[in-house]
């Protein structure tokens, strides 16, 4: 009897240590979860969470505990799949003024466009073309209707328009 | 002649339907007149719409092109009679999504002046495959036994090794419509031969012809005229009455007894089921000439005075269907253009005929439709589902929008039959709500496949911005590190330099 004792001792005690090594040493895998957090985000990269992407805020999310309330393109929806995630609770929206961007694009009026590529620089998502002193348009297949180029535009030429 | 075996595979679930067809099959095929005006909407098909080749004005004969395909799956369109172009214009049209869809209208002049009818191709027998799927692209011909999708591309999709089997389905178990049992009738023989060309196209030499055992008068029409061509090919099989052996998946299972896939398609299993409709319509088009410009329809119902089958033009509004033969009864409330079960209800009789309307259902009076009443957990709507899903647990998941569950528990492989609703004591609709959550679930698709495109753009912006700011630093230090190489002199006199430059730029400001 003593000898089954001290063996399942024994290997207790070596698995204990190999756990506690590893829990210790290993690198934890978090850019699994941050890349999951990141899948449940809507991807408009519009930064009204206050950080520069969604990918940003998802790693925010997972690493510094920031709360799950701050997308509003996602709405409650979002908040919902993070918390279920997460096994977090569910907490209300973070401001009520958010709104689903999945339906707009931008539109830049050809007319007044003139060509200083502000707004190329601000698209998170490369979705305008154009060149210096040539004039800009947007692709509507790619724009999220984050509305991150409504500010930089000096002649406010581009307008947010429900995607056809 | 080959005899009528029974020998099928099973089908789960089914009811067997209240028939109601004696009146419409009472008489012979009638010919609708040409209307004064048609409406031929440009997507009669599944797939891309046509796009018009004609103008608003322009003068048009019978069986000449006024729209022709848009992309890979599509069909072209024929002017039904002579007459001129006054519209191309949104119109009511029955469909599942939406009431209006673009139509052009032809004022007709009555003359019904033909276009030289397109060369024939006979002997087909002596035509390539290629040339005779070419052929039938061209004539407008779509699956006539609902899903209107395109033949040729159908045909030619199907050519592979896999292909044992061509299945002309003559199986109409809905109730109320007998357009097909009146075709095979009167014109089996257009249905053989369609199903010989068919088959040459194919390059096969296996077809059955199914017919449900309960139509005598059909699979006589066919055996005796495939005793006329002597053709040991095609063989009549005969199943069972009992709705929806007619899906065509259901009639695959039951002729082959294989199952086919999940999201597959019946080639899957080596089959390929065409109407015995479209089967006529190649015919038609292939030995004669002309386009599908005409079918027959199903009227009846208790809300019209003389229910029958007439063969009428496409385009022809269900309104002037309806007056030729004779007109509504004082009783007709609900107008379905379908079957009851699969059909779709119309609110005006504004609509055209189009090559999908296999049924134009008049009826008295809304079937009457309990209060809904919460899900017992019965389970009937699953002893009746013929493809063995769990209704009762779809429909849990459905209103719970729980997409992962709803694709686990196979809804994009509901029929939507209907018999689940018409079998649940608590009056769920349950097919109206699969439908929604199908439509949904794509949606969702689409979100996500938006999302994913727009996180990818989003990581590849990011890397190259690191980039060209990793680059830019490296630039700039190796030329600190040049300009700090050649010394202080060096320095002082760049210095100097700039300042020159920065005087002589402001004096020639001044």
């Known amino acids: 009897m003593w000898i089954a004792v001290v063996t399942i001792t024994a290997i207790a005690l070596v698995a204990g240590l190999l756990l506690s090594f590893a829990s210790r040493r290993l690198p934890p895998n978090d850019d699994n979860l941050v890349s999951k957090v990141n899948g449940l985000l ?83 998502v490369d979705a305008i073309v154009g060149a210096h002193q040539f004039m800009h348009t947007v692709l509507a297949a790619e724009c999220t209707g984050c509305e991150l180029c409504l500010a930089p535009c000096p002649v406010d030429c581009i307008q947010i328009r429900l995607a056809a | 002649m080959s005899a009528p075996t029974f020998d099928l595979g099973t089908l789960h679930g089914g009811l067997r339907l209240p028939i109601l067809k004696d ?9 609708v007149p040409v209307p004064m005006q048609l409406v031929l909407p440009l997507a009669q098909h599944a797939g891309e719409p046509a796009h018009p080749v004609v103008t608003i004005g322009e003068r048009v004969l019978k069986g000449q092109l006024i729209a022709d395909a848009d992309g890979t799956i599509s069909a072209p369109v024929h002017a039904s009679s002579s007459g001129k172009v006054v519209a191309i214009e949104q119109w009511p049209v029955s469909r599942r999504l939406g009431e209006n869809a673009p139509c052009i209208v032809i004022e007709c002049d009555g003359l019904d002046n033909a276009v030289p009818l397109s060369e024939p191709i006979v002997p087909f ?7 005779l799927f070419q052929k039938i692209l061209h004539g ?85 005229a495939l005793t006329e061509v002597q053709d040991d090919r095609i063989v009549i099989k005969q199943i069972p009455t009992i709705y929806p052996s007619g899906a065509e998946d259901q009639v695959v299972q039951l002729v082959t007894r ?64 309806v007056n030729f033969i004779g007109g509504y009864t004082e ?79 196979g809804l994009t492989d509901c029929i939507e039959c209907g018999c689940c609703d018409l079998v649940c004591p608590s009056h769920i609709p349950l097919t109206a709500d699969f439908r929604i959550a199908k439509l949904r679930m794509r949606e969702l698709e689409d979100e996500k496949a938006r999302a994913e495109r727009a996180r990818e753009r989003f990581e590849s912006r990011t890397v190259r911005l690191e980039r060209e700011k990793l680059l830019r630093s490296k630039e700039l230090l190796e030329q600190k590190q040049k300009v700090r190489k050649a010394g202080p002199e060096a320095i002082q006199e760049i210095l100097e330099r700039s300042m020159s430059k920065d005087n002589s730029e402001s004096e020639k400001d001044e």
């Not at chain 2, 027998?125 to 040339?131: I, R």
């Not at chain 2, 019946?266 to 088009?285: E, F, I, K």
């Not at chain 2, 379905?336 to 504004?350: A, F, Y």
Request: net charge negative.
């Open chain 1, 42 to 124: 809507p991807q408009t990269q519009c930064a009204q969470c206050g950080y520069p992407g969604c990918r940003p805020y998802a790693a925010a999310v997972v690493h510094d505990g920031v709360e799950i309330n701050l997308c509003l393109p996602g709405g409650e929806d979002t908040v919902r799949r993070l918390a279920s995630l997460l096994g977090r609770d569910i907490v209300p929206l973070e401001t009520s003024a958010g709104k689903n961007m999945s339906d707009s694009v931008a539109f830049i009026n050809e007319v007044l466009c003139i060509g200083c590529t502000h707004c190329i620089s601000a698209c998170p």
């Open chain 2, 23 to 31: 009146e419409s099959t009472a008489r012979v095929i009638q010919h």
């Open chain 2, 125 to 131: 027998e002596q035509q390539s495959p290629d040339t």
């Open chain 2, 140 to 224: 407008g011909i779509v699956g006539l036994g609902g899903a209107v999708f395109p033949t040729a591309q159908k045909l030619m999709e199907a050519t592979t090794e896999l292909l044992e089997h061509l299945i002309i389905n003559g199986v109409e178990c809905e109730p109320y419509i007998s357009c097909d049992d009146m075709l095979m009738r009167e014109h089996a023989m257009e249905i053989v031969v369609g199903a010989q060309i068919l088959l040459h196209a194919l390059q096969l030499d296996h077809c059955y012809v199914v017919v449900e055992s309960d139509k005598p008068e059909a699979i006589h029409a066919l055996a005796d």
């Open chain 2, 258 to 321: 294989k199952e086919v896939p999940t999201g597959g398609l019946p080639l899957d299993v080596g089959c390929l089921v065409q109407n015995v409709g479209t089967a006529a319509a190649v015919y038609d088009w292939i030995c004669k000439g002309e386009p599908l410009i005409s079918r027959i329809t199903t009227v009846t119902g208790d809300g019209v005075a003389a229910p029958m089958n007439v063969m009428a033009r496409i385009g022809t509004t269900v309104a002037d269907v």
């Open chain 2, 331 to 409: 009783r007709a409330k609900q107008l379905i253009i379908g079957g009851p079960m699969t059909g779709k209800s119309v609110s005006t009789d504004r609509v055209p005929l189009v090559k999908a309307t296999n049924c134009i259902l008049v009826l008295s009076e809304t079937p009457p439709i309990g209060t809904e009443k919460p899900c017992i957990r019965c389970g009937d709507c699953a002893q009746v589902c013929p493809v063995l899903l769990l209704p009762q647990q779809l429909f849990w998941y459905a209103c719970a929008d729980n997409e992962a569950k709803l694709r686990a528990f």
